[in-house]
C-alpha cells in the first residue's frame, strides 16, 4: 500500500454527512468497522491504486461554531445512527480533525442557511475575492501542516437555492471581465466561490449537492486550465438511487409507466433547509429529472420533500408506480424505502474522494463522467440508469487496470 498522505476537505464539515465521513474514517482506519457501503471496497477497485482510507487527514469549512464530536453527539442523542462502542475510540482523531476545520462564507447562499451561521469571521459582507483568498489560505495552511502530497475537496454544505447562471458564466473570460465591473450583482453564491477557491488551486473538486459548485462553464474551463478533476453533482443515496435501478425494469420489461409519484419526509438539518421552497426547488429539480431520461418519455411525476423533526436522519420516501400491461391492464408498484441519509451518504463521499484523487495523479481533467452512478445529476454525461452508468465505471476500472499492465508486457 502506498505512503501518500492525501487530505479531504469538507465544506460543512460539522453537518450530518460530514461528520459521518470523519467518524467513518476513524472508524476503518482503526479497524472497528468494516467497508460495508464503499463502492471502492469492492473486490473490482483493488485494480486501482486508491489511497488507503487510513492515508486521510480530515479538515474543512463550516459556519457554525461547533466540532466533530460535539455533532456525533448531539447527533447521536437526536437520531441513534451510530453504534455507540464507535464513538470514545474516536475521539483524539475527531478533536485533532476539528481543530482544522475554518470558518467559512455564506455569501449569497440566501436566509436560511444565513440564518444557521454563528461565526463572527463569517462575514455576508466579505467581497467574493477576499472570500476565495481566505479560502485559498486554508486550503494551502491545511495542505503544509500535515504534508499533504493531494487534497480533495468535497461539498457538503446545505443545499443552497438555484442559482441562475447569465452570459458571463459561459466563459472564463467573460467571467473575469464581470468580476472587474464595478458594483456587478452577485456572480455567485457561497458553494462556487469554494469551487472556483479549489479549481484555481488545481486541487480536485467533487459536489455532493445540489448547489451550483463548479457547474457551470467558466468553473469547467478554469479545471482543464489547472488541470483538475470535477465530479458531481447530487449525490444519488436513496429515492433517487432505488428510482434508477427501477425504471430501466419497466422500459426494459416495454411496460408502460403512467404515474410516478415521490414523497420523502425527514427532519434533520438538511430537512430545515429543504423546508424553505428556495433551497427545496434545487432538490426537488434534481430528484424528478431521472425517470423521464431512463424511460424515453414523461410520465406525470410528483416528487415532495416535507421536514418532520422527529423523524431526523431517518429519512422515509414512498414511491407509488402507475403502470400499464399487456391489454392495457393498470397496475401498481409501491416502495417504502427507509434510509439513515448520513449513513448512506458518508461512503459515497469517501469513494468519491479516493475516485477523484486517483484520477487527479492520473492526469485526468474536467467532469469525470465516469462517477455517473454516485449522482442525481451526473457531470459530463447524460445518462441516468443505474447499470449503465456502473458500467462506465467498470470500463474505466478495467481499462486502467489495462494500462498499469501493459508496460510489464512491452518491457
Ligand atoms: N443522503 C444524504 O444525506 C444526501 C444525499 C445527497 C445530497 N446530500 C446533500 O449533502 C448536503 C449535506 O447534507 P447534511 O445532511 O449533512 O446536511 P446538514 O445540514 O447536516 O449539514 C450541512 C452543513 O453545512 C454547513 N454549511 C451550510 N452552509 C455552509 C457554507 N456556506 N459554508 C460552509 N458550511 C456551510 C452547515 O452549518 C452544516 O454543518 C446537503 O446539501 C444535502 O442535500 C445529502
Not at 463572527?120 to 501542516?145: K, Y
Not at 443515496?237 to 408502460?256: N, S, W, Y
Not at 442525481?376 to 478495467?398: C, I, R, S, T, W
Request: neutral net charge; contains cysteine.
Amino acid at each position: 500500500m502506498s505512503q501518500r498522505r492525501v487530505g479531504i476537505w469538507l465544506i460543512g464539515a460539522f453537518g450530518g454527512v460530514g461528520t459521518t465521513v470523519a467518524v467513518g474514517l476513524s472508524a476503518l482506519r482503526r479497524g472497528l468497522a468494516e467497508p460495508i457501503g464503499l463502492t471502492t471496497a469492492l473486490p473490482l477497485f483493488s485494480k486501482l491504486d486508491l489511497d488507503d482510507v487510513s492515508a486521510f487527514e480530515v479538515g474543512g469549512h463550516d459556519i457554525r461554531r461547533t466540532d466533530f464530536f460535539q455533532s456525533v453527539r448531539e447527533f447521536q442523542h437526536r437520531a441513534r445512527v451510530f453504534p455507540p462502542e464507535l464513538i470514545e475510540p474516536c475521539r483524539d482523531d475527531l478533536l485533532r480533525w476539528s481543530a482544522n476545520v475554518r470558518p467559512g462564507t455564506i455569501f449569497n447562499s440566501g436566509p436560511t442557511i444565513a440564518r444557521l451561521a454563528d461565526l463572527p469571521e463569517v462575514r455576508p459582507t466579505e467581497s467574493p475575492r477576499a472570500a476565495i483568498d481566505r479560502i485559498q489560505a486554508d486550503l494551502n495552511a491545511f495542505r503544509r501542516e500535515n504534508r499533504l502530497d493531494q487534497l480533495v475537496v468535497v461539498n457538503v454544505a446545505s443545499t443552497e437555492p438555484p442559482f441562475p447562471l447569465t452570459e458571463a458564466h459561459q466563459s472564463l473570460d467573460r467571467f473575469e471581465a464581470a468580476c472587474r465591473v464595478k458594483d456587478h450583482p452577485p456572480l455567485l453564491p457561497a458553494s462556487g466561490l469554494y469551487a472556483l477557491a479549489a479549481l484555481d488551486l488545481g486541487l480536485p473538486y467533487v459536489n455532493f449537492t445540489p448547489s451550483l459548485g463548479a457547474s457551470f462553464p467558466a468553473a469547467l474551463e478554469l479545471a482543464e486550465r489547472r488541470k483538475a478533476v470535477v465530479a458531481g453533482q447530487d449525490g444519488k443515496t436513496g429515492e433517487t438511487l432505488l428510482k434508477t435501478v427501477l425504471a430501466p425494469m419497466f422500459q426494459k420489461r416495454h411496460l408502460r409507466v403512467l404515474s410516478w409519484v415521490g414523497h420523502n419526509i425527514f427532519g434533520n438539518r438538511d430537512g430545515v433547509v429543504l423546508n424553505d421552497p428556495e433551497n427545496k426547488a434545487s432538490k426537488i429539480r434534481t430528484k424528478d429529472q431521472v425517470v423521464s431520461s431512463i424511460l424515453g418519455y414523461k410520465p406525470q411525476t410528483h416528487v415532495s420533500i416535507e421536514y418532520i423533526e422527529s423523524l431526523d436522519d431517518w429519512k422515509t420516501a414512498w414511491d407509488h408506480i402507475h403502470f400499464e400491461g399487456f391489454l392495457g391492464t393498470r397496475m401498481v408498484m409501491q416502495f417504502t424505502w427507509q434510509g439513515c441519509d448520513s449513513l448512506l451518504a458518508a461512503p459515497l463521499v469517501i469513494d468519491l474522494a479516493r475516485l477523484a484523487l486517483h484520477a487527479q495523479r492520473r492526469g485526468e481533467v474536467g467532469a469525470l463522467h465516469y462517477l455517473a452512478c454516485f449522482w442525481k445529476n451526473p457531470m459530463g454525461v447524460q445518462e441516468h440508469d443505474f447499470f449503465k452508468q456502473f458500467a462506465l465505471l467498470e470500463q474505466y476500472v478495467e481499462q486502467v487496470a489495462s494500462e498499469r499492465v501493459a508496460p510489464a508486457v512491452g518491457s
